[in-house]
DNA sequence: ACAAAAGTGTTCGGGTTACACCCATGG
DNA sequence: CCATGGGTGTAACCCGAACACTTTTGT
């Protein structure tokens, strides 16, 4: 038996929500294997650091992105994903509030970019099946955990929650029922405040209570959305 | 910044149901660390083979076992979580019918073993958390997939089903609803045999029917059991 | 006054829940 | 004939789905 030599990795898969449009946070890799093609953002682990940490550690330095939620999705480790080494990867689900979109500056922002989810290049090693199923964490999960309220501002209106869901989970959804049934949890806290998106009736402006959400849930409810 | 040495390992919570009740397979330690604490099965991935195989030829080689059910459960890597070198640890979370419930020839049987999950031992490294994960995971995904049936011999009663679910979810059911709703997905097959369990009127055996079963979820169908 | 988006209540039906008695067998 | 577990139907209730008009603002 020969001694072991794997490589471990992280890698991150970031949604962002900007403009009605599902991102996802992508580099430029600039070595070889793949070089000049988009990967998504990570590395290896240091020796020392825990693999939350190296994700963190990953994702600041090659985006200068924090992440409002962060969470392990899978490990992928194919011996062949790698072309050159053994590579394990172990891969991380993050999502992005639109107050930290900001990506590295300009000087040297063209090899880092959010991408929309519809219009992706070729990505390196197996990071597209990585992808795909990272959006079906982010599809499952929205009905079962009120994660969508961390790729939206702090304050939002309740036409950008709906629309996050109807785009996300890509189906209808009816405007009545929605607010009725999460209003209905009593974890959103309604402010008073107003925006006028340009024209229409101004709307109110939302904020989600993670305190109490946290309180309900430890008594047994169960945040659900079909 | 130093090269990178993590050893990578997998480790498997293995599930079986005998008796009526929930067991967990469970190996002695004979090296160091831990050495005679009892571990989950497991150990070093080899340089070629993928994460699967090396779950399934640990149980092969460690417990003789093989899983009728198989899947990752979660990577745990921190780093202080082996006293020794920096190991990671990617998990597995597999069910055993009781027909394959046989483990190492009885001579040296003393070295692995099923443990009522109610009665276990203190374990080694931070296996205990990963068996509390794994609760988790089989409590949940009893209730959204019909994993149930790889802890149930083929032929089934559906008392056996019932006191199943009854055991692991730790609630009681409805005998009649529970029936009806089961029936009602049509993924059961009802057999002519009847058995007599000592007393009472004798019962009628199922079949899970796992075509049918694949077949409604490509149509949409969800198996769901509250 | 018109266009655009926000806000709101009621009805209907299907599915889940609750519930109790008879049946077949072995001892 | 008694004890034990197996098998079955119905009524009440609740929640989710369907559905349309009024309000507020900007132009």
Redesign the interface.
């Given at each position: 038996?020969?001694i072991?030599?794997?490589?471990?990795a992280v890698d991150a898969v970031v949604f962002g929500y900007k403009d009605k449009v599902l991102n996802i946070l992508l580099i430029k890799r600039d070595i070889e294997p793949f070089k000049n093609s988009w990967a998504l953002p990570g590395g290896?682990?240091?020796?020392?650091?825990?693999?939350e940490d190296a994700v963190e550690r990953e994702l600041r330095e090659e985006t200068n992105v924090t992440v409002d939620y962060l969470e392990?999705l899978?490990?992928f480790?194919?011996?062949e994903r790698d072309p050159r080494n053994?590579v394990?990867s172990?891969t991380y689900f993050g999502l992005v509030k639109p107050e930290h979109h900001k990506i590295k500056a300009d000087t040297d922002a063209n090899d880092v970019a959010w991408f929309d989810i519809n219009k992706l290049p070729e990505l390196a090693f197996d990071h597209m099946s990585i992808l795909e199923m990272a959006k079906k964490r982010l599809r499952n999960k929205l009905t079962y955990e009120p994660i969508g309220f961390d790729l939206l501002a702090d304050k939002f209106l309740f036409s950008d929650l709906e629309k996050l869901y109807t785009t996300i989970l890509d189906k209808q959804i009816d405007r009545r029922n929605f607010r009725k049934k999460i209003l209905s949890f009593g974890i959103l806290e309604e402010l008073q405040e107003k925006v006028s998106e340009g024209r229409g009736r101004p709307a109110n402006l939302f904020k989600f209570n993670q305190k109490q959400y946290f309180k309900l849930k430890k008594e047994g409810f169960l945040f659900d959305i079909k």
């Open positions: 038996m020969t072991q030599n794997i490589k471990v290896l682990v240091l020796e020392n650091e825990s693999l392990q899978y490990s480790g194919q011996p053994r394990i172990i």
